[in-house]
């Protein structure tokens, strides 16, 4: 296991991930990211990354083409050595649907995206104080 922290974030908009990994780094720089575009991405990074090193964390959007966020949760949620690995749904939708499917399938937890930086920079510091506080 790779001592260094690392996020993983799925999304398959380019821009998306790069403001996400932005606002994460104004909050905190000594963390590894990982963005892998999709689904079968995200399940073929852990799967190739299971004995040398999984993520801290897994943000993970719902709406991507091929393997959407829906298949991919319950997919990791299956693998054991992933399974207990933060998987925070991090999405545009704010569907009582979409939130209760998540839970369902082993989402931690359900943030609908913030429409400004600012607004993102501060989710993002909250998600680094609750599920990965530096030691």
């Known amino acids: 296991m790779k001592s260094t922290t690392s996020i993983l974030i799925v999304d398959d908009g380019t821009d998306d991930r790069e403001i996400i990994i932005d606002a994460f780094k104004v909050n905190r720089g000594k963390v590894e990211y990982v963005s892998p575009g999709d689904g079968h991405a995200l399940l073929q990074y852990l799967h190739e990354n299971k ?3 999984l993520p801290s964390l897994i943000m993970l959007d719902l709406n ?7 298949e991919a949760l319950r ?3 299956r693998m054991e050595a ?5 998987a925070i ?17 082993g989402a ?6 913030p429409d400004t930086f600012n607004k993102l920079a501060e989710v993002t510091g909250c998600i680094l104080k ?4 530096e030691d």
């Open 64 to 70: 991507m083409p091929g393997k959407d966020g829906r």
């Open 82 to 86: 992933v399974q207990k690995i933060p």
């Open 51 to 53: 004995n040398n090193g």
């Open 75 to 77: 997919e990791l949620k």
């Open 108 to 113: 931690n937890c359900f943030i609908t995206k």
């Open 89 to 105: 749904v991090f999405t545009t939708s704010s569907s009582d649907r979409d939130k209760q499917m998540a839970y369902e399938s």
């Open 130 to 133: 609750l599920w990965l506080p």
